[in-house]
């Protein structure tokens, strides 16, 4: 949903990967150099991937405050009046 505004950043890595892909379209695939390319592409890609950071998506923080929220109205209800089990039901059971 939000994947639309986020910026992806040119980091030196990713400027390297794709100079080093720019490269190989020019070679032949059947040359040592063009293999020494591909596990050079290789080892860059692994290193990208290594230093993304797993950030946890608006959508996830809106479901988790509303859960909150939810459970903070029960709990003070609770204290005013007495608390039936179908009240209960309704906060979310993790899924792991």
Do not use: W
């Not at 190989?24 to 230093?51: F, G, H, I, N, V």
Request: aromatic share 6%; net charge positive; proline share 3%.
């Amino acid at each position: 949903m939000f994947k639309n505004f986020m910026k992806v950043e040119e980091t030196p890595l990713l400027k390297e990967s794709e100079r080093v892909l720019s490269l190989m379209t020019a070679l032949s695939p059947a040359t040592a150099e063009y293999a020494a390319m591909a596990t050079q592409y290789d080892k860059l890609c692994e290193a990208e991937s290594r230093k993304k950071e797993r950030r946890v998506s608006l959508d996830t923080i809106a479901i988790i405050a509303a859960n909150l929220v939810g459970i903070v109205l029960i709990m003070h209800y609770e204290q005013v009046h007495v608390l039936s089990s179908k009240a209960v039901s309704f906060v979310p059971k993790l899924k792991i």
